[in-house]
């Protein structure tokens, strides 16, 4: 008898989903016959107050489904004694309190880096709009009338631009792939020099902003890289410099880029993450150099659909077959387990 079938013949599991994942509606379709979904997320109850009204008993929650728009603490683990596995759909793990779950043997599992090469897509997608102004020239267009001529900003050739990468993972190398096939000069910087790799390394930011026309920031959020991106990075870039952000929102100082945009210390940015999501500064609304995005690069149909496919599976393997899980230490902020329906993520994480 394989999994599917023992899991299909077992009662259902409760399954706390936190923060609304952007794959939930759908895996909750497919998955409705496994799981008595517990939708914290859509409550404002205290979460033992809200399993109450449910009937269900902290004690049965052996498994949480999240995602950053929903903390999950030490003091949410607290109440759920039988807590042993959370499963992450993005790459970035800061809204999970990581120290307590190895204190506790808590399995933490992140699905969001199969999805590197739509962020990088994204990433370069933001990068050419900013440097064309193609949403710009489009409102543009859209606003004249016959009479008028069409009016338009003559734009820097996206060849031979200088590009830095912050954050060389599995989202950065993709997207340093990316500029390559553009003729782009690539260099980087990250926790540490890669081996292998053929782009010049910075240990530096704000050296690499000045040997630079535009940053890419793909690195996860951590004490270490919280406002990484600030005012001297910003300056060291200079009056043309373009700055893409699709890690996370709390990398770059944001009230120090709205206000080196509005005073025209860079020449643009796009974004598809922010600082205090879903909140979005509205002093950006108004600039044309500047490309908003509602932190989508990672949702495409196909990898909203291989996401839905693990997440089962991951869920089943915990649930079923009650592998015998080995942390895989990466470093002091992140660990994934190692079991057979899941792979072993290695080297730095991507973001999200």
Not at 190 to 206: A, L, T
């Amino acid at each position: 008898m394989g999994i599917a079938d023992t899991y299909h013949n077992m009662e259902l599991q409760p399954l706390l989903v936190l923060g609304l994942p952007s794959i939930f509606p759908s895996f909750e379709t497919l998955n409705s016959h496994k799981y008595i979904f517990l939708k914290a997320f859509s409550s404002k109850l205290p979460l033992l107050q809200f399993l109450a009204t449910k009937n269900v008993a902290p004690s049965s929650i052996r498994a949480i489904l999240c995602d950053p728009r929903q903390a999950v603490t030490a003091d949410i683990l607290g109440v759920l004694p039988s807590m042993g596995f959370i499963l992450t759909t993005t790459a970035g793990m800061d809204h999970i309190d990581l120290p307590e779950c190895r204190r506790r043997g808590i399995q933490v599992v992140s699905i969001g880096s199969l999805a590197a090469d739509d962020v990088a897509d994204m990433a370069i997608g933001l990068f050419i709009d900013v440097l064309y102004k193609i949403s710009a020239n489009n409102r543009r267009v859209r606003k004249c009338v016959a009479s008028k001529s069409l009016n338009f900003t003559i734009a820097p050739k996206l060849g031979g631009k200088r590009v830095g990468i912050v954050g060389l993972g599995s989202i950065g190398g993709e997207v340093g792939k990316r500029l390559e096939a553009f003729d782009c000069k690539v260099m980087y910087h990250s926790r540490n020099e890669k081996p292998f790799v053929p782009y010049p390394y910075y240990s530096n930011v704000v050296e690499l902003a000045a040997n630079c026309d535009a940053l890419v920031v793909c690195c996860p959020l951590t004490k270490q890289t919280r406002h990484i991106i600030n005012r001297e990075v910003m300056l060291a870039l200079g009056k043309d410099g373009v700055i893409v952000n699709v890690g996370r929102g709390p990398v770059i100082d944001e009230k120090e880029l709205v206000r080196c945009l509005m005073e025209g210390e860079i020449g643009g940015a796009g974004l598809d993450v922010f600082e205090n999501e879903p909140s979005v500064p509205k002093e950006l609304f108004e600039l044309d150099n500047v490309v908003l995005s509602p932190h989508a690069g990672a949702h495409t149909e196909e990898s909203c659909q291989v996401k839905c496919e693990l997440v089962a599976a991951s869920l089943e393997a915990f649930f079923v077959s009650k592998p015998r899980i080995v942390p895989a230490i990466i470093d002091e902020r992140h660990f994934y387990p190692s079991f057979e329906c899941l792979p072993v993520s290695s080297g730095e994480p991507a973001y999200a």
